[in-house]
Antibody
Framework: QVQLVESGGGLVKPGGSLRLSCVASGFTFSDYYMSWIRQAPGKGLEWVSYISSSGKTIYYADSVKGRFTISRDNAKNSLYLQMNSLRAEDTAVYYC???????????WGQGTLLTVSS | QSALTQPASVSGSPGQSSTISCTATSSDVGDYNHVSWYQQHPGKAPNLILY???NRPSGVSNRFSGSKSGNTASLTISGLQAEDEADYYCSSYTNSNTWVFGGGTKVTVL
């Protein structure tokens, strides 16, 4: 069965950096585009970044452009999000999500919590 | 301010129908044909229930249906059940190759 398992969240001071990881299993990882989507505590969903199946095409939300970098290693079935210059407003549960139906995300991980606070 | 506007809450009695609207306030969503809907129970990851306005993924109940009129998409839940009590989010792919989400709607089953 499809599984997405995120890790790497934690408590970081403003201005700090962190890298999130998402390990995929149960499907051919290199066949699907992936995204990171986040949810601040008690708030709605916010799309963060997209990476194509090959890794050659990448897009970011304006709120993270220039600070976050998405990448993937298809040999390791892994998706990453390098986050620099972190701000309090980046505090959220970060989900990795897999495409599956048109532009809908059919599989989601359980999420990893990032807290940015001094 | 989200590019997609949803009501904060809707409610209905068991067996009734409830409809959630999702209005695009930005032209960046283009023809608005790539609208998806997600259900999220507390503490859980979102679950895709509709894509491309009205298509259901395999395994999703046919009590969930979608439609669109102009720049407003709608999710209708028929025959409300206690398990439908959750947050619902609309989302759209945009001409800028990004995705936008609505602010979410809390559905309460009375």
């Amino acid at each position: 069965q499809v599984q997405l398992v995120e890790s790497g969240g934690g408590l970081v001071k403003p201005g700090g950096s962190l890298r999130l990881s998402c390990v995929a299993s149960g499907f051919t990882f290199s066949d699907y585009y992936m995204s990171w989507i986040r949810q601040a505590p008690g708030k709605g969903l916010e799309w963060v970044s997209y990476i194509s199946s090959s890794g050659k095409t990448i897009y970011y939300a304006d709120s993270v452009k220039g600070r976050f970098t998405i990448s993937r290693d298809n040999a390791k079935n892994s998706l990453y999000l390098q986050m620099n210059s972190l701000r309090a407003e980046d505090t959220a549960v970060y989900y990795c999500a897999r495409s599956g139906y048109a532009y809908g995300y059919v599989y989601w991980g359980q999420g990893t919590l990032l807290t940015v606070s001094s | 301010q989200s590019a997609l506007t949803q009501p904060a809450s809707v409610s209905g009695s068991p067996g009734q129908s409830s409809t959630i609207s999702c209005t695009a306030t930005s032209s960046d969503v283009g023809d608005y044909n790539h609208v998806s809907w997600y259900q999220q129970h507390p503490g859980k990851a979102p679950n895709l229930i509709l894509y491309d306005v009205s298509n259901r993924p395999s395994g999703v109940s046919n009590r969930f249906s979608g439609s669109k009129s102009g720049n407003t998409a709608s999710l209708t839940i028929s025959g409300l059940q206690a398990e439908d009590e959750a947050d619902y989010y609309c989302s759209s792919y945009t001409n800028s190759n990004t995705w936008v989400f609505g602010g979410g709607t809390k559905v309460t089953v009375l």
